[in-house]
């Protein structure tokens, strides 16, 4: 018979929202459970960011030797030991781990079930021999690779996000099906790392990001020598020889092959709602995740979901925006409303991709008459200095210079677009960051530069300069 355990809050799912929840009410002295079937950290820590971003920084660096000369230093061709590349990914997993592990969450006081959760009724879950009956229930479960009906896929040993980084063996040839942000990353990488590399995709590469900036990002990727296939379709996957593997593809109606060693699947996510007892507890669900309310609340009133089986934007720092605004609602019973307009995203190829509020096209839609505001990198000491001048900063106004949206394609976009995000958050003017004073030569100067360009038409009007000479009569 299993024990009964009665806490103020329950948690399935331990990766970035979920663990989250568990630490900050734990904080606070509240009884917390958590569940976890798979790894303590989930995709994030074990198969998505972490892992990804180790192998960049790999792939990065052996770019830069490639391209040494422009220093002054001389060139070479890197040797990759790619079980060594394996080896630094699981240094870098295992470095952090330990700030998820069940050790440190029992050292916080949460009670932590290693097995898989399953609702039985609107307000018990059973999990590992355990009955969990609380006050509130949040649903953090992820999503996963999403697999698509592709004929002939299920017959060959194709890798996703979740194998990928298992590989200790250099890819002769691998073919990306999806030019999405996880597609290019690997693309990129893999291809710097010395792999042969194709990326096919349906529609766009990059589809969900300003079409400007993407363009600079994909002319740097197919130097690299990516060969990229968009408005492709994928028609059937078969083996070919012993290890190999045959895509066939259709362009304007004609269909080819693309034969390479390996092929990676990187067509989106799939939210984790399986073998939970979703309708057991009375929680609607359907493919795109979990229904909650503008409050994360589901259909039973006890639960809460948050993070990508939530549906929605599908980032980790979305996944903890959630769970701040959780907590606030159980404990504190004050509600919380994700507020998307402010949440930025970046895609980490070379150079970076980064994005908040609303796209030019979204603006003119929403706002109608829109200033655009644009600075190159070229036009930064700092950029020069380290020979980073491909890119921009894109900011996009109303008529009177309030801050709708920012795109930035360049070196370090991922950090850089944080000011605009604050920006957003707080409702702030172009004429804001023309105030605060950035250390010199950094390339956050270039954001600066852009704002102050909305009042650059101000120097060219008569009446300005008509004050001006007023003013200087009086000495």
């Excluded at 709602?273 to 994360?296: F, K, M, P, Q, Y």
């Excluded at 970046?346 to 979204?362: F, I, K, N, R, S």
Aim: aromatic share 6%.
């Amino acid at each position: 018979m299993s024990d009964v355990l009665t806490p103020d809050i329950c948690v399935i799912g331990a990766g970035s929202g979920g663990l989250t929840v568990a630490a900050a009410a734990a904080a606070f002295g509240v009884s917390v459970v958590l569940i976890e079937g798979g790894k303590m950290g989930g995709d994030c820590l074990n198969y998505g960011c972490v892992p990804s971003k180790a192998m960049i920084a790999a792939a990065k660096t052996a770019h830069s030797m490639r391209h040494a000369e422009k220093f002054g230093i001389k060139a070479v061709e890197p040797e990759v030991n790619f079980r060594r590349v394996h080896d630094h990914v699981h240094d870098v997993i295992g470095a952090i781990a330990p700030n998820d592990s069940v050790e440190r969450f029992t050292a916080l006081g949460v009670r932590v079930i290693e097995a898989h959760g399953t609702f039985t009724d609107a307000r018990t879950v059973e999990a590992g021999g355990h009955t969990i009956k609380a006050r509130r229930f949040v649903v953090a479960t992820g999503s996963r690779a999403f697999v698509p009906p592709i004929p002939g896929l299920d017959q060959v040993d194709y890798l996703t996000n979740e194998t990928l980084f298992e590989q200790t063996r250099k890819p002769g040839h691998l073919i990306v099906v999806g030019g999405g942000p996880i597609g290019m990353e690997m693309a990129q990488a893999h291809r710097r790392l010395g792999s042969e590399v194709t990326v096919i995709e349906a529609f766009k590469a990059m589809g969900k990001d300003d079409p400007e900036l993407v363009s600079i990002v994909l002319d740097r990727i197919r130097d690299d020598g990516v060969e990229m296939m968009e408005e492709t379709k994928v028609v059937s996957v078969e083996k070919r020889g012993k290890n190999g593997v045959r895509v066939t593809v259709e362009h304007d109606g004609e269909q080819s092959h693309v034969d390479g060693t390996h092929i990676l699947v990187a067509t989106g996510r799939a939210p984790n709602t399986e073998n939970l007892g979703l309708d057991a507890a009375g929680i609607a669900h359907d493919r795109r995740g979990i229904t909650v309310t503008d409050a994360l609340r589901t259909t039973n009133k006890r639960v809460y979901a948050i993070g990508d089986v939530a549906g929605g934007l599908q980032f980790t720092h979305v996944a903890g925006y959630h769970a701040g605004l959780v907590v606030q609602s159980i404990l504190f019973r004050l509600p919380g409303k994700p507020n998307n307009d402010i949440i930025p995203w970046a895609t980490y190829t070379d150079p970076e991709l980064a994005h908040v509020g609303l796209t030019e096209e979204q603006a003119r839609k929403k706002a109608g008459d829109i200033t655009i505001l644009r600075w190159p990198y070229a036009e930064n000491d700092r950029a020069q200095a380290e020979r980073k001048t491909d890119g921009l900063v894109k900011m996009i106004t109303d008529k009177k210079g309030r801050i709708l949206g920012a795109s930035i394609a360049g070196a370090n976009a991922g950090e850089m677009i944080n000011i605009f995000a604050l920006a957003l958050s707080k409702k702030m003017k172009a004429g804001d960051l023309r105030g605060f004073i950035a250390p010199y030569p950094t390339m956050t100067e270039i954001t600066k530069r852009a704002a102050t360009s909305f009042a650059a038409p101000m120097t060219r009007k008569p009446m300005v300069r008509r004050i001006i000479g007023f003013l200087r009569r009086f000495g």
